[in-house]
């Protein structure tokens, strides 16, 4: 997604939100007694960092000095850290808030919340604050020494968060549009009951308490726009292909819970689900849902999924939401060009192509691979649907049984998460206000 004239871009979780004009908005603000570095205006905000994300970020360290987007949530603690430069002096980190400007939809101003100087742990310089938002927000950055931009190298950057929410959480599970039963012969109450099973087995050391099921068509304000006898297509029946707008559903026990929508089936081919990388919202907000298909569109019309499949994508994605990467990148994931390897706008970070945990093994050949190099991105992480490529490589890769591996594969056996996987879905879960 593009709108600029000189550019601000937020990629990934949050690009969707806001593309904006950096320059002549931001307002210039006096805190903690140094002068003002706003973030280079002649500088694309290309990169992102997302809390106890370990892949290396090479581009958002590379990118600090001039302009980076941190998201943030009210109440957590933060930590920033990156290797001493021992050729520089110690810089200033300055963060600053944005916020939307009422006379324009493409623009946003900002304003500084943060100057901080550096503590020394080993060899690391370490960055630390507190977020005193009211919601999920984007600060910006920029680093620099006397006034000016700093010149070092920035290394082995690292975001850290910590948050004191419950590591408990509910589900509610949106049906929208009709439905059949699955496969398998599952109706949505059963699904549901399977679903909620699976939940509490996968998603080890923490809790899920509840699994609500509520159906679009009988939403108290909503419910005319959901025909309980049309079949939704994701992407199809309406523009959003997360259905945001019934997240947050207003009842008592829902409001916070994780909204997991649904429907028949998702507009691109082979895609089961989708879900933006740590999503970050438990409850109303733009694509806090994860949305599932009960079909998968495939060339020759659409194929009707078991009750496993649906869930197993649903547990899939839900990683996803609590900030989990695939444990094999595809090249769609890092938006680029199916022939050239060039970037298509979605900026790709090649340091990324791993998800730097220790006990995740990695698939070369699926990066290497013809596999997902092209096709429309909704700005999510898919789960595909691998029957066809039941004679391809794709069967030696060492993480067919990580619930994060990219591709769904029926002969696969038993999936779970690995152990760092679950460190991080609990402290995004404690993280996320709910």
Not at 193 to 206: A, H, N, Q, T, V
Request: contains cysteine; negative net charge.
């Amino acid at each position: 997604m593009k709108k600029f004239c000189k550019k601000v871009w937020i990629c990934g979780l949050l690009c969707f939100l806001w593309a904006s004009l950096f320059t002549s908005c931001s307002e210039v603000v006096e805190a903690d007694g140094s002068p003002e570095l706003s973030p280079d205006p002649s500088h694309p905000i290309a990169f992102k960092l997302y809390p106890n994300d370990m892949a290396r970020n090479d581009s958002a360290a590379a990118n600090l000095a001039r302009g980076i987007a941190l998201i943030v949530h009210p109440g957590a603690s933060y930590t920033l850290s990156f290797d001493i430069d021992s050729t520089q002096p110690a810089p200033e980190l300055q963060l600053f808030h944005t916020y939307d400007l009422k006379y324009s939809k493409d623009l946003v101003g900002s304003t500084r919340v943060r100057t901080l100087s550096p503590t020394v742990v080993g060899n690391r310089y370490v960055y630390s604050f507190t977020c005193e938002e009211n919601k999920m927000t984007i600060w910006l950055t920029s680093l620099g020494v006397d006034g000016e931009y700093f010149k070092g190298k920035v290394d082995n950057i690292r975001f850290q968060g910590i948050g004191s929410y419950s590591d408990h959480f509910s589900i509610n599970l949106i049906v929208v549009g009709s439905m059949d039963k699955t496969l398998d012969g599952k109706n949505v109450d059963e699904l549901a009951s399977d679903m909620l099973r699976l939940f509490r087995e996968k998603y080890y050391g923490i809790t899920v308490d509840t699994l609500y099921v509520r159906y679009a068509h009988n939403h108290p304000t909503l419910g005319s726009y959901y025909p309980a006898d049309q079949p939704w297509v994701a992407g199809v029946s309406s523009d959003d292909l997360f259905v945001s707008e019934l997240a947050g559903w207003p009842e008592e026990g829902l409001r916070n819970a994780l909204n997991i929508v649904l429907v028949h089936s998702i507009k691109n081919k082979d895609v089961m689900g989708y879900s933006h990388v740590f999503s970050g919202i438990l409850g109303a907000g733009n694509q806090s849902s994860v949305v599932i298909g009960e079909y998968v569109k495939k060339s020759d019309g659409y194929e009707l999924l078991s009750s496993y499949n649906i869930i197993m994508t649903a547990v899939h994605e839900t990683g996803h939401f609590f900030g989990l990467r695939h444990t094999s990148t595809t090249r769609r994931d890092l938006g680029l060009l199916a022939d050239s390897g060039e970037d298509n706008g979605n900026v790709g970070d090649l340091s990324n192509i791993e998800d730097g945990l220790t006990d995740t093994p990695f698939c070369e050949y699926i990066f290497r691979s013809g596999l997902y190099k092209s096709g429309e991105s909704a700005g999510g992480y898919a789960l595909e649907r691998g029957s066809y490529l039941s004679k391809s490589g794709i069967h030696a890769c060492p993480d067919q049984n990580n619930i994060m591996f990219p591709v769904t594969l029926d002969d696969a056996g038993t999936v779970s998460f690995s152990k760092q996987q679950m460190e991080i879905i609990r402290s995004s879960l404690m993280i996320f206000p709910h």
